[in-house]
Structures are given as structure tokens and as C-alpha cells.
Antibody
């Protein structure tokens, strides 16, 4: 059973860059699958941020694309998220997840991390 | 950009009864539709994919139907642990192309 764990600063100042890492255990990222980031503002719904294939190809939410970078480090079995020029609107619980890769499940989020709250405030 | 709309925003149902949740896509997503359950303080859990296939370990009281733009999640005989927020998600043409969630339906005890 794959395990995912987010880590990173819980507080980021406005205009700075939010950086998070998702460590994957019990599965080698380089073996396949795509890996994604989703966020959820307090009391609100889920928002797709983007994904990265183990080969390095990426796919981003158009509304965030200009500020988001997702990268993968297969040597550390982890992938990362950077969001630049953050504002209070970027305050959210950030989740990492694995995307299904076969048939009808390709694009579904079948395993999730527990989430980490990032607050943007001075 | 495909927009997903869920209804109702809140659904009040008594334990043991049936709950029917709806999800509509702004354009066809074929059968590339998933449902998730989220309980307070927890990450979402995949329930249904391909519009109607239950994910591993999901009880048979959860069922999904629909295709194109109209989808339904039905929970027969509600159990206490089923009261939660439910999200639909489209993943048509991924990758590339977007993934989008509905705004959620809160299922509460009547």
C-alpha cells in the first residue's frame, strides 16, 4: 500500500514562494504512475493544482499555471510543488496524491497524503 | 475548461434511507467521472471511478451511474459513517487537459 506524506513550512509570507514536498514510500516513483497536488481552502472545496508523470512531463490547472511548478526527484522518491507570489487566497490544506494509470482509473486519485495546512500571512 | 456542478449543496437523509447525489458537467466527459468521500479532518477517499466502478474496498451500498454530462451517486441504506462531504471529479482527456472537481455535496443526518 503506497504511502504519501507532505512536508514544508506551515506559514509563508505574501509575495514569497510556497514550497512543499511529498515523500512516497512503499512504491518507487520511477516505476510508473503520475503524481499530483490538490488544495482545499479552509471550509471550501477541492482544487486541482497539477500533476507530474514519473518521466517528468507535467500538467497544470490553467488558472494556476503561471505560478506553479511541480518537479520529481526519483533518487529521493519524492515530488515537489512550488507556488510563487502567494497571497492570502493561497491559504489551504495542500494534498499530494497518486493518479491511477490504467483504463477507466487513469486520472483518478487513488492514494492521498494526509494533507498539510499552509497559511499565507505576514 | 469543463465546469462540474453538484446538487444539492446539502442533503439531509435519515439513517437507513437512500441518498441520491447529482453531478453535472458543462460538456461531455464520457464516463471519465469519479466520486470521493471526505470526512472532517481527513483526506478524500476514492469511491467510484469510470462513473460506475467501485474502488477497492468500497461497500456495495455505494453505486454510480451516468455518462456524458449527467451523473449520480447513490448510497442505499445510509450508515452513520456515510455522513460526509462527497465530491465528483472529471478526468476526461487527461493527460493533458484538466482535472476538475465539483463543489461538493454535504450529506447530513436528518
Amino acid at each position: 500500500q503506497v504511502q504519501l506524506q507532505e512536508s514544508g513550512p506551515g506559514l509563508v509570507k505574501p509575495s514569497e514562494t510556497l514550497s512543499l514536498t511529498c515523500a512516497v514510500s512503499d512504491y518507487s516513483i520511477s516505476s510508473g504512475y503520475s503524481w499530483g497536488w490538490i488544495r482545499q481552502p479552509p471550509g471550501k472545496g477541492l482544487e486541482w493544482i497539477g500533476s507530474i508523470h514519473h518521466s517528468g512531463s507535467t500538467d497544470y490547472n490553467p488558472s494556476l499555471k503561471s505560478r506553479v511548478t511541480i518537479s520529481v526527484d526519483t533518487s529521493k522518491n519524492q515530488f515537489s510543488l512550488k507556488v510563487t507570489s502567494v497571497t492570502a487566497a493561497d491559504t489551504a490544506v495542500y494534498y499530494c496524491a497518486r493518479l491511477g494509470r490504467t483504463g477507466a482509473s487513469a486520472g483518478t486519485l487513488d492514494s492521498w497524503g494526509q494533507g498539510t495546512l499552509v497559511t499565507v500571512s505576514s | 475548461e469543463i465546469v462540474m456542478t453538484q446538487s444539492p449543496a446539502t442533503l439531509s437523509v435519515s439513517p437507513g434511507e437512500r441518498a441520491t447525489l447529482s453531478c453535472r458537467a458543462s460538456q461531455s466527459v464520457s464516463s471519465n467521472l469519479a466520486w470521493y468521500q471526505q470526512k472532517p479532518g481527513q483526506a478524500p477517499r476514492l469511491l467510484i471511478y469510470g462513473a460506475s466502478t467501485r474502488a477497492t474496498g468500497i461497500p456495495a451500498r455505494f453505486s454510480g451511474s451516468g455518462s456524458g454530462t449527467e451523473f449520480t451517486l447513490t448510497i442505499s441504506s445510509l450508515q452513520s459513517e456515510d455522513f460526509a462531504v462527497y465530491y465528483c471529479q472529471q478526468y476526461n482527456n487527461w493527460p493533458p487537459g484538466g482535472i476538475a472537481f465539483g463543489q461538493g455535496t454535504r450529506l447530513e443526518i436528518k
